[in-house]
């Protein structure tokens, strides 16, 4: 099982931009990796998902404004989100699927078995 840590979350103003990342201590190369977020008083949501062959996934409503990549030499996943809007603002989870080898990123909670602490994002008006 890989650990998983977020880094990069912190207090922007709207139209900002930040960039996450999430290290694994081990290969993630063929697992899906997904970003998800969750607001307080809401349900944890898939924001950005990516399949071990760079399919992705994107909420509709960060789909222009965010981009999820991978590096698996590194053993690393990033999140660039720009334009940032107050209603981004969430606590980001980094997450691995169970299961190897999916062709299509997985968006649900339960497809997902490791999981970060999670990082701070917070975007002011």
């Known amino acids: 099982q890989v650990q998983l840590v977020e880094s990069g979350g912190g207090l922007v103003q709207a139209g900002g931009s930040l960039r996450l990342s999430c290290a694994a201590s081990?290969?993630?190369?063929?697992?899906?990796m997904g970003w998800f977020r969750q607001a307080p008083g809401k349900e944890r949501e898939c924001v950005a998902a990516i399949a071990w062959n760079i399919n992705k996934y994107y909420l509709d409503s960060v789909r222009a404004r965010f981009t999820i990549s991978r590096d698996n030499a590194e053993n690393t996943v990033y999140l660039q989100m720009n334009s940032l809007k107050p209603e981004d603002t969430a606590i980001y989870y980094c997450?691995?699927?169970?299961?190897?080898?999916?062709?299509?990123?997985?968006?649900?909670?339960?497809?997902?078995?490791?999981w970060g602490q999670g990082t701070q994002v917070t975007v002011s008006s």
């Open positions: 997450a691995a699927d169970v299961s190897r080898w999916r062709s299509v990123a997985p968006t649900k909670l339960d497809e997902y078995g490791q």
């Open positions: 081990g290969r993630i190369s063929e697992y899906a």
